[in-house]
């Protein structure tokens, strides 16, 4: 079956552009959750969503960041105004559970580079 | 506070040679994950485990519950294993994982 895939796989974007990153999760996937990766670092939570309810949004780092998951499959991480710091590799994972002790899987993630 | 770190950072070896590489936690964990990255690729996961020891190939993944420890052993490495491997850990009614920053591999024939 088909794995989590995200698009684009590359966005450059002038500083102050908006930007909107898909993940489509594993069909069924019950759980669903946003990572960021700065270059030569290891990813960080950005948001979980169970269903269409966005549980844990902790890890946004500004109000310029924002997820949606509207009908519990596809999600979009939108990011308004970016700036170079937001930089980064967006890691999308879906889980089939809602537990702790659940195997994520991985997209391949979306690389954004602000210019 | 959950954090988790790797040692370590980088490692070179030879063909051949066994790899470890240690992951520490500092709070009580519900899973550890071992996860492989490639250049430029996407993150698959290799383990998930709880307690004991676990082994795919020639990959072996142990859990020190009481040291909140980790090892993640590569037996007769080869130029194909090299890749980033990442630790992350759960918490317990916490979803997420909190990742350690990863160990880069090269293995050299």
């Known amino acids: 079956g088909a794995g989590v895939s995200q698009s684009p796989r590359y966005k450059v974007a002038k500083r102050g552009q908006d930007v909107a990153l898909r993940c489509d999760p594993i069909?069924?996937?019950?759980?669903l959750f946003w990572y960021q990766q700065a270059l030569g670092q290891g990813p960080e939570f950005l948001t979980y969503?169970?269903?269409?309810?966005?549980?844990?949004k902790s890890g946004l780092p500004s109000d310029r960041f924002f997820a949606e998951r509207p009908e519990g499959s596809v999600s979009t991480l939108k990011i308004q105004r970016t700036q170079q710091e937001d930089s980064a590799v967006y890691l999308c994972?879906?889980?089939?559970?809602?537990?702790?002790?659940?195997?994520?899987?991985f997209g391949p993630g979306t690389r954004l580079t602000v210019l | 506070k959950n954090e988790v770190e790797q040692s370590p950072q980088n490692l070179t070896a030879q063909e051949g040679e066994f790899i470890t590489i240690n992951c520490s936690y500092s709070v009580g964990i519900s899973a550890l994950h071992w996860l492989q990255q490639h250049p430029g690729g996407g993150i698959v996961s290799l383990f998930m485990l709880s307690s004991g020891k676990k082994k795919h190939g020639r990959l072996i993944a142990t859990i020190n519950i009481q040291e909140k420890h980790s090892s993640l052993h590569i037996t007769a490495s080869h130029p194909r294993d090299s890749a980033v491997y990442i630790c992350a850990d759960s918490i317990q009614g916490a979803q997420k994982l909190v990742f350690g920053q990863g160990t880069r591999l090269t293995i050299n024939p």
């Open positions: 069909s069924g996937h019950v759980s």
């Open positions: 994972a879906s889980s089939r559970g809602t537990d702790s002790y659940n195997e994520q899987f």
């Open positions: 969503f169970q269903n269409e309810a966005q549980l844990d």
